[in-house]
């Protein structure tokens, strides 16, 4: 025996991490940055993940940034918090979400999260019984699907429809469903496609689950960037006709995704989730992770008490004009195509047509050739559900989009068959 008599060390790694991983829009544009070319001096166009934070045009509100510097000096929040959150933040956010339905909800309905990623995957755990399966869109937010498979929750998914504003299709999800199937997520205003349902699509979801007997997960961490003609509507408004979870954040709306502050919340009026346990094995989950800065829970009334809408208004306005520029530039790129252009969130799905290209062989090596030559990087569309396309963001300072679209232009007619 060598090494002080040590056979062999009983430890490896866990392995199931790393496949649950591959599924992520970290891991996709971690694999796409590693092929920039570090003697291109031109500054790096982000458009594969949704974070402007760093733009000045995008830059959150004083509002908000005072009311963590008054958290921090009040001395009040340097405690543990408890597990499902501080209480005057709940009520908070309670208060902010009822101003949308036709209830009130309570600060016993809302649990506060790290981030609508916590969010997602305490839901996906507190659902994964075994056998069960859940109904996903296609395209949508891959996380699902890793917290899905880390937590062998069985996955199905139903198309979205890109002709008809990304609507889901309703009779695939019916015929999707079994016995087993415990819950559908919708996500809206949508990512990756950009799409805002409207009240009577909402409906009609809400409907299909009760006829199915399942509930909705209702991502909304976009909540109210809307700017075309659909506002945006709540899916807990129909939650006497189905139960609803909803997940939402400050990230997105207020343009600080490192805050890490989301919530969990039960919208249902008629206390369906109460009932079948699954707000217990919510309070359970809380009670073995982690929580959300204390401090970042206590500024919370402040934040979303005293924001005000001027601006509001002027993050929906860059978003829209954001949005115009990708539309407009984007018809003027031979090898993508845009089937609807979009009304809300900081997305877009353009299709890529690749028999107008001599060398480029799917949509992972479209963008890993286009960040090496252009210091572009895009997401492939294959990360959230469809090969060949592409996922964009249009959440940058006006110029860097339409510099990163130019540089994609520049892409195409180099590649592009003679």
């Avoid at 909803?246 to 109460?274: A, N, Y």
């Avoid at 339409?402 to 232009?409: A, P």
Wanted: net charge negative.
């Amino acid at each position: 025996m060598e090494n002080g008599g040590l056979n062999q060390w009983r430890f490896k790694g866990n392995q199931e991490l790393n496949t649950a991983s591959e599924f992520s829009v970290r891991g996709v544009l971690d694999m796409v940055r590693q092929n920039l070319n570090p003697d291109d001096q031109r500054p790096v166009i982000a458009l594969g993940h949704g974070d402007p934070s760093a733009f000045p045009c995008f830059r959150t509100t004083p509002i908000a940034e005072d009311a963590i510097v008054d958290a921090v000096r009040s001395a009040k929040f340097n405690c543990y918090a408890p597990a499902v959150g501080v209480v005057s933040a709940r009520k908070s956010i309670a208060e902010y979400l009822s101003g949308d339905l036709p209830y009130k909800l309570s600060p016993d309905d809302v649990f506060l999260t790290l981030g609508c990623t916590q969010a997602i995957e305490i839901t996906l755990s507190a659902l994964a019984c075994p056998g069960a399966n859940i109904l996903l869109p296609r395209p949508g937010f891959p996380f699902y699907e890793a917290r899905a498979a880390f937590g062998k929750l069985e996955v199905r998914h139903f198309d979205l429809i890109p002709e008809k504003g990304w609507e889901v299709d309703l009779d695939a999800v019916e015929a999707l469903a079994n016995e087993n199937t415990v819950a559908m997520v919708i996500i809206n205003p949508g990512n990756p496609c950009g799409n805002v349902y409207t009240y009577q699509h909402l409906q009609k979801v809400a409907e299909t689950a009760r006829k199915l007997g399942i509930l909705v997960i209702a991502d909304e961490v976009y909540d109210h960037l809307t700017f075309g003609s659909n506002t945006f509507v709540p899916m807990g408004v129909f939650g006497s006709i189905a139960p609803v979870l909803t997940l939402g954040s400050i990230s997105k709306r207020w343009i600080v995704p490192g805050w890490r502050l989301g919530w969990l919340v039960t919208t249902d009026p008629d206390g369906v989730l109460q009932k079948t346990g699954v707000v217990e094995c919510i309070k359970g989950f809380l009670k073995i992770s982690s929580d959300p800065a204390t401090f970042i829970q206590g500024a919370i009334p402040q934040i979303l008490g005293k924001t005000g809408k001027e601006f509001f208004s002027k993050i929906v306005d860059v978003l829209r004009q954001d949005a115009d520029i990708c539309w407009e530039l984007i018809s003027d790129i031979p090898c993508i195509a845009c089937p609807y252009k979009p009304e809300g969130s900081m997305f877009v799905m353009v299709k890529l047509n690749l028999s107008l290209l001599d060398d480029i062989n799917d949509d992972i090596d479209f963008c890993v050739k286009l960040a090496k030559e252009e210091s572009v990087i895009a997401l492939p569309g294959v990360a959230v559900g469809l090969k060949n396309w592409l996922r964009l963001t249009f959440a940058l300072d006006p110029s860097a989009l339409k510099e990163g679209l130019g540089r994609i232009k520049t892409f195409y007619l180099r590649h592009a068959k003679k």
